[in-house]
């Protein structure tokens, strides 16, 4: 009994100890460990667009709600939209950086670690640094230093706190990366084509995508750092920029999953139903100065709650306005206080196949004829330049719609000749035509971020601030978006050190480039 | 049929022997199973049987021992009757109270070297909770239980002790009958709302539990290992009864639940809708979320839905769309027996309707315990429990979207909930917009169209053969196992304003946990008056739970609502596995010296799946003594017994699978390619090894004045090293937490239970008892240079908890004034307040919690009251940061007419004049949490019942054998608060970052009668 009563508890104990199959048993079966980069590359872009990741969540907050009407691209008489009437919604103000790190950032960082081992990879690689850079320069244009070096790389380096690095070096860093990628990209080592929502695999437009985004980030530096932006210019004309429309930098979207939809149209169509719900309209600026330009464009992007898409009927919403009918509602200070009478994005612009545009040809035509101007390149003449910008961008919406987005030739000529460039008349008077049509190019592409830091650089066009009663600025036009607060709550060093040496996290504080 | 085996020392035969049988019962009547009986100035014994038979070999004229702890002993004496039956009497005191410990093990209170508390399953029966957890609140010292603001059949909190981990679960272990199940929460909302959707003791049937023991520390539950490691509660059902024929127990429970707080008595009611002072003119305007109109004036003003309506200010919308909930309780229980099985059989069903329209929560609990005897040394206990829970619309809390209360606390002053009901649907169907923000939904609609649908099939099953080798060697094992299947579908309509086209989620869950154990218990005399009872075991635990998801958003045919409605391109599937072991060896010893001197020397080793190899096992002692001074030297009478108690374990834990390295996720294709990213938003860590706690006690019990006043102190220290922690690191990183496996918690605290019994004869009793605990928690170390790690944080991103070395636990922090040194708040030149750091305002957790009883029983007529109290916690209410912004709150009616002008200074140090028009001033003062941190302390009148049960005589010969009638009620006022318009017990999670509430389910006060009939 007892030999019997030990070998029992023998085995019990025994069956304790076992643990040879527990390494086994903690392999998650349903997730695999590695996967091929086509893929990671693949949901970063998506990421970088706003679809993946929680859909439509940062362009809602960075682009339409702050970016779009401070600008006065857009407008609203919805207090939700703080950016109309500069007031602070912390959520609001910092989704655009808390978003993008945790997922675009992120994967980036992951997808240019893993590629870095293997040359065959090059590609993969320099894919992922331009549009790390296209994803970097949009958050540090929107809220100045900020983390860089360190960012999104929690997992590779085990860095938990990343610093914040000063724009100046962020800028010259990505201004590099540009190059080398650019450089190193390679048709004849393997390249992602299903995985490449933007060029299916062309390498060379990427190349010219690099150079083009190039000139972006130097023109940006114009008044901060004038001989590193006149160096940084003339390297990317002299790289090769996009040539047509066709090179534009712009994610394919479809219908289907979330993922796969047009974040903007998520947001304004299928998914939050923002225009149906008259919750943003375009702003008087805008549709003023199409009116004024003759801009053929407006009847494809801008229509009443009606429909009608009359050019003489369209009528921007003024900024800085309410719907009551108090001192600052919209009715007292224009007589129409029916919403539906003012004008709002064409259904056309919010399929959820629309691609999502974030660097145009006609950008890089506008930059090249300034670049003339200011003596940093000789390739052509600015009017040229220009007009085949100008051309470029009214063509180029029939990327929303085959039909009903195309602009005859002999219109984009007519705009052409309406709008003409001033070759006799001085630098500012220049300025300002290339910079209206950035205005209206950025607008109706839906691309406020770069609308917003164009104008921030050149003040072009003329903006009137609004004073809405109970703004955080005093009536001044923000220059930057406030930190979201948790970063004071898990990395309060950093985040101070960094605010320090811009000044205050406040709306008006200025980027480094934005003296 | 052969009754139990003799003992070995009685083989040789004597000539003048006998056989003497017999029957022990309690003076009561019922069969006393496990009575030591004992021939006097022999080692000669046996135990009675279940059925409370015994058989023994006695020389006539022997006198023959009856003992049992509760029991007086009894002697009689052996004469030519072959049958001796014998009556019990309970002992006078409750000296020797018995209790049930670890592993189900009953022992006389007066041998533990540890706190153990035990409850009777009757209170819980009267003063039901559709959460059995919520009955328990104030009942027992340092139980700290906090319930949830998310509608019946949430989950609750239930903490022993403070928090012994940052990251891992601090509640304590649930087992039933031997078997630990799951108490995890199936749901919860989180900061982006969501409902909750309850956890595995919110299930439980309050009829069928005969006793509940609360094992306070490691100590107490050192022998369960890690996954004790807070303390257990062990449920023990009730059991068969031998008894003439077969016992009847109905008990029938009927509950109503109002509105505890009637109307948001710090609202303002003097401005209404609309903005900057004016009333809306057009229905645009109308359409607006803020009070920040005009003066009410009873004119006729347009609302949302194109109709006018006076614009004064209404004062009852929380009464009209908060229903009166109600309860239905009934079951049924059969107990009976055979010749050589007892069982019992019951039957209950629940029926909640919740105070949200639609709401509804229904539950089945069917239970069999059979307990058999099979052969003289072989006898089986089997356990089957089936529960079936099924619930229409729970609440959803916390943000907006779906979530009705959020509208409820967020609607204008002159617009009626009854407008919202007329005014719910446009002409296609969809919600009409009534705000500005169109994630805050119509409260009808995010109550009736809004649905969520879950139902839960749980069966708790042990099976536990035991056969006696001889009288002091047995061996028993049991295999149990708690499965359920639960099954989540969640529909957002058609015409959603923030989703015109609606979606769909779904959610087929499985668990299952397989506990095989087996033990070799041996009991027997050492030497002397030493005695050994010692116990040996292994257990095999493995739980595997198996999720399936399927959503999608867009229905192609509108208010269709099925998967396969959904396109296709927008469906979504993922499955998850995870699985967990955690094998074990452990053994405990048990010397006793006389009846005053115990020591019990336990040990466990358990080895983890979970960890990283080479790391993953850990072993547990723990050694507790008590010492009966009454019983061991001669005190003054006053003491009527003084018992010293001390204990020291280690424990330990594990975490959840899957966190030693990286893992992909693989989510659908767009055009042609799929898409992959990094999974989860931790980073991983590859050498995780167990976190470890050391917990010492020491006791004093007393009873004094002749048992009148009884005293029960506790001083505990536990110490958790190595924790592993999920800190929360910069999202920049990429990741939002990093796993590190260093933290150290210190939780010191005492326990204090006073009882009196103020007045006791025949006739009338009347007793009093209060309970206190106190918990100092303290942050001792994170991780190497890391000060502090944000846990969580509420909807609006102004509060958050933290950890932070030297703090207490969950530490409140939120976006602060700017002051200058005399402490004035300093604003900008546009009159704003400029926005500090974080600042801490104390812990959300109440290191004090108090309870206080006193029960008056004249004859059959019995009345006990309940207060309890929490004190010393703080908590951020977003309801009231809601209240503020959107112009509800008294405090928002500074400044309505001229402008605020905030009280402080400027930036240059100079008085601040600049005036802030009053709507943009409170909409900023959002942005700060400051202002809506509150003290949570608070004193309420929890539960008062009063019962009568109908003598027996009265029955006469009628098959009646009790009836008793209970009125009760629960949660019927706050006597104390600090928190304008909320109860401070509104948190909306019941996990381990404590301290906010956010648009929660109001709180409920509960009025019931219990019938109770026995036959």
Request: glycine share 10%.
């Amino acid at each position: 009994m007892i030999r019997k009563i030990a070998v029992v508890l023998a085995l019990t104990l025994g069956a304790g100890a076992c643990t040879k199959d527990f390494e086994e048993i903690n392999i998650n079966p349903t997730a695999p460990s590695e996967v091929p980069l086509d893929y990671l590359l693949a949901q970063a872009q998506l990421q970088i667009s706003g679809s993946a990741g929680d859909p439509g969540y940062k362009v809602w907050r960075g682009n339409f709600i702050y970016s779009g009407t401070i600008v006065q691209q857009l407008a609203s008489v919805d207090d939700y939209y703080a950016g109309d009437k500069y007031t602070y919604n912390a959520d609001n103000s910092g989704a655009y950086f808390a978003d993008s790190y945790v997922n675009s950032v992120k994967s980036l960082a992951d997808i240019i670690s893993q590629a870095s081992e293997d040359p065959a990879d090059v590609n993969i690689l320099s894919m992922a640094r331009i549009l790390k850079v296209l994803q970097m320069h949009i958050i540090t244009d929107l809220y100045g230093d900020v983390p860089y070096s360190e960012a999104g790389k929690g997992f590779i380096s085990q860095i938990y706190k990343p610093k914040y690095d000063p724009q100046q070096a962020i800028y010259m860093d990505m201004l590099k990366e540009l190059d080398e990628a650019g450089a190193a990209l390679n048709a004849s080592a393997y390249v992602p084509t299903a995985a490449d929502f933007v060029y299916k695999g062309d390498v060379s437009k990427w190349k010219k995508a690099a150079n083009s985004l190039m000139l972006r980030l130097a023109m940006r530096m114009q008044k901060a750092d004038p001989a590193a932006a006149q160096t940084w210019a003339k390297k990317a004309i002299d790289g090769g920029l996009m040539a047509s429309n066709d090179d534009t930098f712009k994610f394919i979207h479809t219908e289907g999953s979330t993922a796969s939809r047009n974040p903007n149209s998520y947001n304004l169509g299928i998914g939050r139903g923002l225009i149906k719900g008259d919750n943003f309209q375009w702003s008087k600026t805008l549709i003023d100065m199409m009116k004024a330009r003759k801009d053929p464009r407006i009847s494809i992007i801008s229509q009443l709650a009606n429909g009608d898409k009359t050019v003489a009927n369209q009528k921007g919403l003024p900024n800085g306005l309410d719907k009551s009918s108090g001192p600052n509602g919209l009715v007292t200070k224009t007589g129409d206080g029916n919403i539906k009478n003012y004008s709002r994005p064409t259904d056309l612009m919010y399929d959820d196949d629309d691609p999502n545009i974030l660097l145009t040809f006609a950008e890089t035509k506008f930059l090249t004829a300034e670049a003339i101007e200011r003596g940093w390149a000789t390739a052509g003449t600015a009017k040229d330049a220009y007009e085949a910008g100008q051309k470029a961008a009214v063509t180029q919406l029939a990327a929303f719609d085959a039909t009903a987005g195309v602009v005859s030739a002999a219109d984009a000529q007519a705009y052409v000749t309406a709008n003409p460039y001033p070759v006799a008349g001085t630098l500012a008077n220049k300025l300002t035509q290339i910079h209206s049509e950035m205005f209206i190019l950025t607008a109706s592409t839906f691309n406020h971020y770069e609308g917003w830091s164009n104008w921030r650089r050149t003040g072009i066009p003329a903006l009137t601030p609004t004073n809405y009663p109970g703004n955080l600025t005093g009536g001044v036009i923000p220059r930057r978006l406030i930190f979201p607060i948790s970063e004071l709550a898990v990395n309060e060093a950093n985040y101070k050190e960094g605010v320090a040496r811009m000044g205050k996290d406040d709306f008006l504080t200025r980027v480094w480039w934005d003296k | 049929m052969v009754l139990l085996l003799l003992s070995v020392c009685s083989m040789h035969s004597y000539a003048q022997e006998m056989t003497v049988t017999g029957k022990v019962t309690e003076e009561a009547g019922g069969e006393v199973a496990g009575v030591n009986v004992v021939v006097k100035g022999s080692s000669r014994g046996t135990t009675t049987n279940d059925k409370g038979e015994y058989s023994i070999s006695v020389e006539k004229g022997k006198i023959l021992t009856f003992s049992f702890i509760g029991f007086n002993s009894k002697e009689v004496t052996v004469g030519s009757e072959s049958i001796i039956n014998v009556s019990l009497t309970p002992e006078a005191t409750a000296l020797n109270e018995v209790v049930v410990t670890a592993l189900g093990i009953k022992r006389e209170k007066k041998a533990l070297g540890y706190a153990v508390s035990e409850l009777k399953g009757e209170e819980l029966v009267q003063a039901r909770s559709t959460n059995m957890a919520n009955t328990l609140v104030g009942k027992v010292a340092g139980l700290n239980i906090t319930s949830t603001a998310t509608g019946p059949g949430g989950s609750t909190r239930i903490t022993l002790r403070g928090n012994g981990s940052i990251d891992n679960n601090n509640q304590p272990l649930i087992i039933i009958d031997g078997i630990p199940i799951d108490n995890s929460n199936l749901g919860a909302a989180g900061m982006w709302g969501g409902g909750d959707r309850g956890d595995g003791i919110s299930s439980l049937n309050p009829s069928e539990i005969e006793s509940m023991s609360v094992l306070k520390g490691a100590t107490a539950a050192a022998l369960y290992g890690s996954r004790a490691s807070n303390g257990a509660i062990l449920v023990t059902t009730k059991g068969g009864k031998a008894g003439k024929g077969i016992g009847v127990e109905i008990n029938s429970n009927i509950t109503t639940d109002d509105l505890l707080i009637t109307k948001f008595k710090d609202f303002q009611y003097e401005y209404g809708m609309g903005r900057n002072g004016v009333k809306p003119t057009t229905r645009e305007e109308a359409m607006s979320s803020s009070s920040f109109g005009a003066k009410l004036d009873g004119s006729s003003v347009i609302q949302y839905d194109g109709v006018s309506r006076p614009y004064s200010a209404v004062k009852d919308n929380l009464t009209k769309f908060y229903k009166t909930g109600s309860t239905f309780n009934n079951s049924v229980a059969l107990t009976g027996a055979t010749e050589n099985i007892t069982y019992r059989l019951s039957l209950a069903n629940m029926n909640n309707k919740g105070l949200i329209p639609d709401n509804t929560l229904d539950r089945q609990n069917y239970s069999l315990n059979v307990n058999g005897t099979l052969s003289k040394n072989l006898s089986i206990l089997a356990n089957v429990k089936y529960i079936k829970e099924k619930s229409h619309n729970r609440p959803r809390v916390s943000d907006s979207p779906g979530n009705a209360n959020y509208t409820l606390v967020n609607m204008p002053t002159t617009l009626s909930v009854e407008t919202m009901k007329q005014s719910m649907l446009d002409d296609r169907g969809y919600e009409q917009v009534w705000g500005d923000n169109i994630y805050v939904d119509n409260a009808y609609f995010a109550a009736t169209q809004f649905q969520q649908d879950d139902n839960k099939d749980r069966f708790i099953v042990s099976f536990e053969p035991r056969y006696n080798f001889t009288d002091w060697l047995y061996a028993k094992a049991r295999v149990g196992f708690d499965k359920y299947f639960y099954n989540y579908t969640a529909i957002t309509p058609t015409g959603t304003p923030y989703q015109p086209l609606g979606g769909f989620d779904k959610n087929v869950q499985s668990f299952s946990e397989v506990n095989s154990e087996l033990l070799f218990g041996i009991n027997r005399k050492l030497v002397g008056d030493l005695n050994l009872n010692m116990l040996i075991a292994g257990n095999l635990m493995k739980q595997v739970v198996k999720q399936d998801y399927i959503s999608g958003s867009s229905f192609n045919i509108p208010f269709f609502y099925d998967i396969t409605n959904i396109n296709p391109a927008s469906r979504n599937a993922s499955y998850n596995y995870i699985e967990k072991r955690i094998n074990s060896v452990y053994g405990s010893a048990e010397f006793s010296y006389k009846s005053y001197a115990y020591v019990t020397v336990t040990g466990r080793n358990d080895w983890f799946s979970t960890l990283a190899p080479g790391k993953n096992s850990l072993f547990y002692p723990s050694i507790a003594g008590s010492f009966v001074l009454s019983e061991a030297i001669r005190l003054p009478s006053v003491i009527s017994y003084a018992k010293l108690r001390g204990s020291w374990a280690k424990a330990g834990g594990d975490t959840n699978p899957y966190r030693l390295s990286l893992y992909y996720g693989l989510s659908g294709a767009h055009i042609g390619s799929p898409l992959a990213q990094i999974n989860g938003s931790t980073v991983p860590y590859a050498g995780l090894q167990p976190l470890r706690s050391y917990t010492y006690e020491l006791g004093l019990e007393n009873r004094l004045f002749n048992n009148r006043l009884g005293l029960d102190f506790t001083y505990y220290d536990r110490q958790t090293k190595d924790d592993i922690v999920a800190a929360s690191i910069s999202g920049t990183s990429g990741f939002t937490s990093v796993l590190l496996n260093v933290g150290q918690i210190s939780n010191r605290g005492v326990e204090l239970m006073l009882n009196y019994d103020l007045i006791k004869n025949k006739n009338f009793t009347w007793d009093i008892s209060y309970n206190l605990g106190y918990n100092k928690s303290n942050v001792v170390f994170l991780g190497d240079g890391l000060e502090s790690i944000q846990v969580d944080n509420p909807r609006s991103q102004t509060a958050y908890v933290f950890q932070q070395v030297g703090q207490p636990f969950s530490l409140l922090k939120a976006t602060s004034f700017v002051r200058d040194d005399q402490g004035r708040i300093v604003y900008n030149a546009q009159g704003l307040p400029l926005k500090g750091d974080l600042k801490p305002y104390g812990t959300g957790i109440s290191p004090y919690t108090m309870g206080f009883t006193t029960n008056f029983r004249y004859k059959g007529v019995g009345l006990s009251v309940l207060f309890d109290g929490r004190f010393g916690g703080h908590l951020y209410s977003g309801t009231n940061a809601l209240a503020t912004r959107y112009g509800l709150s008294k405090e928002s009616l500074v400044g309505r007419e001229t402008g605020v002008v905030g009280e402080g200074v400027n930036e240059e140090g100079e008085i601040n004049t600049v005036s802030v028009p009053a709507t943009q001033y409170y909409e900023n003062l959002y942005n700060f949490g400051e202002p809506f941190i509150y003290k949570s302390d608070f004193i309420k009148l929890r539960q008062v019942i009063l019962d009568y049960s109908i003598p027996a005589r009265v029955f006469g010969r009628s098959p009646f054998k009790g009836v008793s009638v209970s009125l009760v009620g629960r949660n019927l006022a706050i006597l104390m608060k600090k928190t304008p318009n909320i109860d401070p017990e509104s948190t909306y999670g019941n996990g381990n970052a404590q301290g906010y509430e956010f648009a929660g389910v109001p709180t409920t006060r509960s009025i019931g009668v219990n019938l109770n009939l026995k036959f």
